[in-house]
């Protein structure tokens, strides 16, 4: 099977390499590499650079604004964003809340919302999980009730990702009670600069803020902040859920991870007059895991196909939620033994000794952070049962 990608794409390969190398501010991807955390100002610019240049929403119809590449030029676009060390794009508008706007969404829902989101002037956070809510996240109890043609929002949600950077927020709402908790549950839009909003940071382990609990007290929002109909907002998370549990296979920054392993390897002695690399026990956990990141890219190249054929991530994308994380922490504790003695969480000996990418307060962040990932998203135990039940028909 011959997995190598056409001259056309090795030439477009070059060209976005070459962006990213001469156009891309250079101050963004220094601050990233060395683990440090973006203000709102920088997000935005990282993210309207690449918006910009219409590079942004890259998985987009290009009905919609998208760059109309096919399923090839995105990948390789998302291997050289991540080689190049530029910072993650927030998935909650371009990859998440975008595509359920364009599918399910008004054409004044598109107008109002979709330009913003494409060029990256506008942020958004995903209101799911609640303090009792979390991967079942059918029980939430968000409320949102609607009296002449406006919605009152009470409620609390917790482990809002990107909050702090956000303009706008999507979630889910109770807005009726049904036998089936799935049901009564909608798709709603509201300011996060809205009276009755409050935003609290969770500081995680690392000392860093990426997460927030989001307090609703009589929020008022109107009714065309809607999504779509009443009561089916639990059949738009599903196919939101799709695109969010794809989006964590991120191929290229695995194997930088696994590059960056090699060089602390290479420069960390084993104790015996050798360095880590040539530890047999090192080694084939080191090549196991990047067997490992070669199987995610199969499972990936495999929905990527059926996206191309204008279908939706699905249950496959159970699969990858899976092999995605176990892949992640696989590597990422591989990191932290690279790094030895210096793993703490800010110790920079290698990053005044080397680039400041390879700082083992970066790897052990990235480390911790990698905890969660079988976590959020939906567990891996709830992924399973996904499999069992819909794609092997247990």
Not at 124 to 137: I, K, T
Not at 265 to 284: C, K, V, Y
Request: hydrophobic content about 40%; aromatic content about 10%.
């Amino acid at each position: 099977m011959d997995l190598s990608f056409s001259p056309e794409i090795e030439t477009f390969r070059a060209r976005v390499r070459h962006w990213f190398e001469t156009e891309f501010p250079k101050d963004i991807i220094q601050k990233y590499k060395a683990g440090l955390p973006l203000t709102t100002a920088e997000v935005r610019q990282s993210e309207m650079a690449l918006g910009s240049k219409g590079w942004l929403a890259t998985a987009w119809p290009a009905e919609y604004g998208g760059p109309g590449w096919g399923i090839e030029e995105q990948y390789v676009f998302d291997e050289e964003l991540e080689r190049a060390g530029v910072p993650t794009v927030t998935p909650m508008g371009v990859v998440y809340v975008g595509p359920v706007i364009y599918t399910f969404g008004s054409e004044a829902q598109k107008a109002r919302w979709l330009p913003g989101i494409r060029d990256g002037s506008v942020g958004w956070a995903q209101g799911y999980s609640e303090p009792g809510a979390g991967s079942d996240l059918a029980s939430l109890q968000f409320s949102a009730k609607l009296e002449n043609g406006t919605y009152t929002l009470n409620g609390h949600k917790i482990w809002t990702s990107a909050a702090q950077h956000a303009d706008w927020i999507f979630l889910l709402a109770r807005t009726s009670q049904e036998e089936k908790k799935q049901q009564g549950i909608s798709f709603i839009c509201c300011p996060i600069d809205a009276p009755g909003v409050t935003v609290k940071p969770i500081i995680t382990i690392d000392g860093n803020h990426v997460l927030n609990e989001v307090f609703f007290e009589d929020v008022k929002v109107p009714e065309e902040n809607r999504i779509g109909e009443a009561g089916m907002g639990w059949t738009y998370s599903q196919y939101l859920l799709g695109f969010e549990r794809t989006s964590y296979a991120r191929i290229g920054g695995k194997r930088a991870m696994l590059r960056h392993i090699r060089e602390v390897a290479s420069a960390t002695p084993d104790g015996g007059g050798a360095s880590l690399i040539e530890d047999a026990g090192f080694a084939r956990r080191l090549t196991a895991a990047e067997m490992a990141v070669d199987g995610l890219e199969m499972t990936v190249f495999r929905i990527l196909s059926a996206l191309a054929q204008g279908g939706s991530p699905g249950d496959a994308a159970s699969t990858v939620k899976i092999l995605a994380t176990s892949t992640h922490q696989q590597i990422t504790e591989l990191m932290v033994d690279a790094a030895g003695a210096f793993a703490q969480p800010h110790f920079s000996f290698w990053a005044s000794q080397n680039d400041p990418g390879g700082s083992p307060g970066r790897d052990m962040a990235t480390y911790f952070a990698g905890r969660a990932q079988s976590i959020y998203g939906g567990t891996n135990e709830i992924q399973r049962t996904i499999i069992a039940r819909k794609v092997l028909n247990l």
